[in-house]
């Protein structure tokens, strides 16, 4: 799992960069890092995944997208991450 925490860290240190960088032109730049979907291809059975995502239930792609419209009208927000994971990975 190396190579997954170092390309998220990566782009984590981008977004920050980038906020950083045209924030004077007011331009924001934000992420967003979804946790166990329910369309993941390692996603535990139904009966399991409380083990790992303390809601106890995956995400869908609805969460994804209020935390997007979120950001879109969250006019003060920028260089930030929003874990949208339930828990995952606390």
């Given amino acids: 799992g190396a190579d997954y925490y170092v390309s998220k860290t990566g782009l984590l240190v981008l977004t920050r960069s980038l906020a950083a960088a045209y924030a004077v032109r007011r331009i924001r730049v934000n992420m967003v890092s979804p946790g166990q979907l329910d369309n993941s291809i390692d996603l535990p059975p139904p009966d399991e995944i409380g083990r ?11 969460d994804m997208s209020h935390a997007v419209e979120f950001l879109l009208d969250a006019s003060y ?4 991450n929003i874990d949208v994971a339930g828990g995952y990975r606390l």
């Fill in 52 to 62: 790992w995502v303390p809601l106890g239930r995956a995400g869908a792609l609805e």
């Fill in 77 to 80: 927000v920028t260089g930030a």
